[in-house]
């Protein structure tokens, strides 16, 4: 476990590193302190970086799987303890870190009986795998299994059914986490300058995948920021006239509808069976009710139960 100290500075700005270290399974930790703020700026900045950290980072993911002799998510691979779908949720552990942003494809051979990991992966030079003992699978035969890999880079989280204008034959498509941040908090003190005058500290801290370090992120987090209110500075600001509809024709959408059920952290069996029934998100979990949750193959009372109850809890959702 390493720690740093050093300083990111801007034009008005400096920005502290206060400690950046290594955790498990590759993860990297950063937190960060920008001083000397006016009131109301810290949780203003704060929030800003958080989102733009989350969400406009661009990552690497595996998207699509080609394995021999497999046509679908529902097949049997022979010699393998795994089915298809427990290796696609394995699949999207893997964190890769590529120097290029174009599509690339992997290949894996091996034959039983062996333990497939991330490291077993062939991938082209410009791509690196930052887990390499993820665990993907078992084969527990001698017999051969081949599967190609789709990887592309992207931002923010992709659901699988996003993908059919751009699908691959016999490629099982796969939902693909491209988000090289995985977590963001902050917090704001109120301090006093020489002067007397109230001002704020804020603590930014950051967890990554380990595909980039904390200290990259904030810096890139922060340029995208800078370009965004400088081309708005830019340009000129057009009036158009616009009708306003009535408020009948707007469409109120559902926050949750796109959230993949990925994000529950189901057990394998009720995840399994959600999956086979083609429910890949909470949008398409809400369309169900509890009576016909418990209709799905091999769904059961306690499967339902924790289903039920990760809703709540998370989401706060209760469906009657």
């Known amino acids: 476990m390493n720690s740093t100290k050093n300083f990111i500075t801007s034009s008005n700005l400096l920005m502290e590193c206060l400690k950046s270290e290594k955790i498990e399974s590759g993860s990297m930790y950063g937190q960060f302190l920008i001083d000397s703020l006016n009131s109301g700026q810290g949780i203003t900045i704060g929030n800003l970086l958080r989102r733009v950290l989350l969400g406009d980072l661009q990552g690497t993911a595996i998207t699509g799987v080609r394995i021999a002799g497999v046509k679908d998510e529902f097949s049997l691979i022979p010699g393998v303890r795994e089915d298809i779908l427990e290796i696609l949720l394995n699949l999207k552990g893997i964190v890769l870190k590529s120097e290029i942003s174009t599509r690339q494809f992997g290949r894996l051979r091996l034959n039983g009986p062996t333990v497939i990991t991330a490291s077993s992966i062939q991938l082209p030079s410009e791509i690196k795998v930052i887990n390499p003992n993820h665990y993907i699978a078992t084969i527990s035969s001698s017999d051969l299994l081949e ?174």
């Not at 908090?185 to 005058?197: C, M, P, Q, S, T």
């Not at 057009?238 to 009535?246: A, N, Q, S, V």
């Not at 949008?283 to 289903?307: C, H, I, M, Q, T």
């Not at 809890?313 to 209760?318: A, E, K, Y």
Request: proline share 3%; hydrophobic share 40%.
């Open 147 to 320: 599967i190609e890999f789709k990887i592309e880079s992207g931002t923010k989280y992709r659901l699988a059914n996003e993908l059919f204008s751009d699908k691959f034959e016999d490629f099982i498509e796969t939902d693909a986490i491209f988000m090289p941040v995985q977590k963001v908090d902050f917090k704001v003190e109120n301090v006093y300058d020489h002067l007397g005058d109230i001002k704020e500290r804020l603590f930014i801290d950051i967890w990554t995948n380990g595909s980039i370090l904390p200290e990259q992120a904030i810096s890139l987090g922060s340029k995208i920021i800078v370009e965004l209110f400088t081309s708005i500075d830019e340009q000129k600001i057009k009036k158009e006239k616009e009708t306003i509809k009535e408020k009948k024709n707007v469409k109120f959408i559902d926050p949750y509808t796109h959230i993949a059920i990925e994000e529950l952290q189901l057990s394998v069996r009720p995840y399994n069976c959600l999956k086979r029934a083609r429910i890949n998100t909470i949008g398409d979990l809400l369309k169900y009710s509890p009576e016909k949750l418990l209709e799905l193959k091999n769904f059961g009372r306690k499967s339902a139960d924790e289903v039920f109850a990760t809703l709540k809890n998370r989401l706060g959702i209760i469906l009657k």
